[in-house]
Each structure stands twice: as structure tokens, then as C-alpha cells.
């Protein structure tokens, strides 16, 4: 293996030898999630006709987890190897900015899909579950970890302490994640916050992840993907502009 190869197994490498931490971890803050928003609002809130509260709330669930531990694995690698001072050791190898992008943006998407499926599978010993469109299922989970973990990228780049980081993740990532309606159809908020809510690239990811389940979604599943893809290629278009000048990591 080489090349981008090689930097991509280390990456997930380097995230898989701590799973207990980085995978079960994420899993089971998502199900306490869940089983407390469950059995607040189960009998008080209906969305989408008749889907259950708790059904409705696991593709939000999954989807959050999927976009929070992509970011987290692509931006906390950047820092970590910044602050300990091996990343001079990728610096000086021949790999190109290209491969950077690839390797670190592979291992965030494997990441993300990891957590995302576990949080699914032990949600689903709590709720039923539909697939009414598996292939949009995939499209949008893959788009949006790939999107965060560009995103990771960036921020990584940028950080030169953890709590630079930490300051990122908690001001501006989780905001976002948890107002993109996760826990909530915005068709619920008063028209301003419905506005507000268009304008979080998030709450289209979620959507157009939980259209794949249940066959409604609260805006077209075709709109959630253009601009799910427009944001991918913006952020993308950043991070390998950011990898080839050598932001903040050659001197």
C-alpha cells in the first residue's frame, strides 16, 4: 500500500484502536438521546401522519451522529499531529495535496459510517423501521459525512490548540447539528425560525436522510441534495485549496 492508501488505513487505524471511545462511545450518547426525547415526547407528538415519534426520531439520531464523529475524526487527527509534532513526518513525504484530502476525508466518512450504523442498529431493538428509499439512504449519509469531514479538514488546519478546536465544535458544529431538525419536523417552529431553519445546510442533510425512510420530508428530497452537494464541493473546494498552500502546516 501505498501513497494515499497508506495514509488513509492509518487514519482509520488510528481511530479504530480506540473504538470503545470513538465508535461505542457516540452510540450510546445517541441512545440516551432517544430514550429520553422518547419517552418525554412519544404520546404528545405525531409527525409525517402516522409515524411514531420515536421512529421519526432515530433517522435524526443516526444522521447527527454520522456528521459529529466525521468532523471529529478528520479535525482532532490535524490538531493532535500539530500539537505532538509528527506531522512533519507526513510533510515530508511525496504525497500531494490530493491525497491528503482523500485520505482524511476517507477515514472521517468510514468514521462516521461506523457510528451512524451502530446507533441505528441499537435503535432499531426500540423502534419499527423503514426503507423506503435505501439508495438515498446511503447518498445522503456518505454526502454528509464527506462534507463534514472536509469541514474537520478545515478546521483542523486552522486550529493550533485543542481548545481552539473544542471552540469550533461547540459554537458552531453543534449548534447547527442540533437545530437542523433532529428532534423536531420544522413544519412545527413559528414561519420566522421555518426561515431561519432554510438556511442551516444541515437540517437538508437530515432531511433528505429521513425522506429515505419514511417517503415525506419537510422540503423536496431534490433540493436537499442539490444543496447538499453545492456545500460538499464548496468546503472540499477550501480544504484542498488549504492542503496545497500549506495553511498553517508548512513554514
Known amino acids: 500500500m501505498t501513497g494515499?492508501?497508506?495514509?488513509?488505513?492509518?487514519?482509520?487505524?488510528?481511530?479504530?484502536?480506540?473504538?470503545?471511545?470513538?465508535?461505542?462511545?457516540?452510540?450510546?450518547?445517541?441512545?440516551?438521546?432517544?430514550?429520553?426525547?422518547?419517552h418525554v415526547l412519544e404520546g404528545n407528538t405525531r409527525v409525517y401522519g402516522q409515524v411514531s415519534y420515536t421512529a421519526f426520531l432515530v433517522p435524526g439520531l443516526v444522521m447527527m451522529s454520522v456528521l459529529q464523529?466525521?468532523?471529529?475524526?478528520?479535525?482532532?487527527?490535524?490538531?493532535?499531529?500539530?500539537?505532538?509534532?509528527?506531522?512533519?513526518?507526513?510533510?515530508?513525504?511525496?504525497l500531494s495535496h490530493?491525497?491528503?484530502?482523500?485520505?482524511?476525508?476517507?477515514?472521517?466518512?468510514?468514521?462516521?459510517l461506523a457510528v451512524g450504523t451502530g446507533v441505528f442498529v441499537v435503535a432499531?431493538?426500540?423502534?419499527?423501521?423503514?426503507?423506503?428509499?435505501?439508495?438515498?439512504?446511503?447518498?445522503?449519509a456518505v454526502m454528509g459525512a464527506a462534507m463534514l469531514g472536509a469541514l474537520g479538514l478545515i478546521a483542523g488546519l486552522w486550529a493550533d490548540k485543542f481548545d481552539q478546536m473544542a471552540a469550533f465544535q461547540n459554537f458552531i458544529i453543534m449548534p447547527m447539528t442540533f437545530l437542523s431538525g433532529v428532534f423536531y419536523s420544522i413544519h412545527s417552529l413559528p414561519p420566522f425560525w421555518q426561515n431561519v431553519s432554510h438556511l442551516n445546510p444541515f437540517f437538508y442533510m437530515i432531511d433528505g436522510f429521513r425522506y429515505g425512510f419514511f417517503g415525506v420530508s419537510d422540503v423536496s428530497p431534490w433540493l436537499s441534495l442539490g444543496i447538499v452537494g453545492s456545500a460538499l464541493l464548496v468546503v472540499s473546494a477550501v480544504a484542498v485549496n488549504?492542503?496545497?498552500?500549506?495553511?498553517?502546516?508548512?513554514?
Not at 495514509?7 to 430514550?35: C, G, I
Not at 432499531?124 to 445522503?140: D, K, R
Not at 488549504?242 to 513554514?251: A, M
Open 242 to 251: 488549504l492542503l496545497r498552500i500549506g495553511y498553517k502546516i508548512r513554514g
Open 4 to 38: 494515499w492508501r497508506a495514509l488513509l488505513y492509518k487514519e482509520v487505524l488510528r481511530f479504530w484502536k480506540v473504538s470503545f471511545q470513538t465508535v461505542a462511545a457516540p452510540v450510546l450518547t445517541a441512545l440516551l438521546y432517544m430514550l429520553i426525547f422518547s
Open 124 to 140: 432499531a431493538f426500540f423502534a419499527e423501521t423503514h426503507f423506503y428509499a435505501p439508495l438515498w439512504i446511503v447518498l445522503f
Open 69 to 94: 464523529n466525521a468532523f471529529a475524526n478528520s479535525s482532532s487527527s490535524l490538531v493532535q499531529s500539530k500539537i505532538m509534532g509528527s506531522l512533519v513526518f507526513l510533510l515530508l513525504t511525496p
Open 98 to 112: 490530493w491525497s491528503w484530502f482523500v485520505a482524511y476525508v476517507g477515514s472521517a466518512i468510514v468514521r462516521g
